[in-house]
């Protein structure tokens, strides 16, 4: 079924939500952005609870009005979402101390998932799987690279860092990435 919201921007929806405090319109952004959070938040904690409650907990920040989003051209809702989550994490790894290791297994393996497609080709398990090994800040690049479809100036607001770095840590972390995929047996040229 289609959702009676299908086609307004998240800015709009958001907009709505705070001004009306309809518990639909943040169920809505919490549909479409829910998962994807947790993937990416579940790749900075290494913790699949941790990364939901962080999810819960950055949703329950924008509900809460506390903060407010304005609309600008270098930042999306998205983007906003996902820099409060960052934050979050970054607070929770200070306070653990957590590194980073693997992704779940069952994390790619789980059918439930809304982006269970993004899985549905064995490469690009094997990608996200790869993505495990190498550099944490060449790993968030490359995952809202490729993963979450945002544009360099998107990321660079998500980690807080000038769009060069961006430029140069997509450079490096795609050829840490290409140097695990080939020690795994990829051929050149499959990515």
């Given at each position: ?5 299908h ?24 549909d ?32 809460s ?32 101390k ?11 393996a789980?059918?439930?998932l809304?982006e ?13 799987k ?26 660079a ?12 840590l ?12 080939l ?9």
């Amino acid at each position: 079924m289609t959702s009676p919201y299908h086609g307004l921007a998240d800015e709009i929806i958001y907009s709505r939500f705070l001004k009306e405090q309809d518990e639909t319109l943040l169920a809505e952004l919490l549909d479409r952005h829910g998962q994807s959070l947790v993937l990416f938040l579940n790749g900075m904690v290494q913790n699949m609870e941790d990364a939901e409650e962080l999810m819960l907990d950055s949703f329950a920040v924008i509900a809460s009005g506390t903060v407010h989003y304005t609309v600008r051209k270098d930042s999306t809702f998205k983007t906003w979402l996902f820099a409060i989550a960052r934050n979050k994490a970054k607070m929770l790894l200070r306070k653990r101390k957590f590194v980073f290791t693997s992704i779940d297994e069952e994390v790619l393996a789980d059918k439930n998932l809304p982006e269970s497609e993004v899985f549905d080709k064995e490469e690009r398990k094997e990608l996200y799987k790869a993505l495990s090994e190498i550099n944490k800040d060449y790993r968030q690049v490359l995952y809202l690279t490729y993963f979450e479809d945002m544009k360099p100036e998107e990321i660079a607001r998500v980690l807080n860092k000038s769009i060069k770095q961006i430029y140069n840590l997509t450079a490096r972390g795609r050829e840490a990435l290409k140097t695990v995929l080939l020690r795994n047996g990829f051929r050149e040229g499959r990515y």
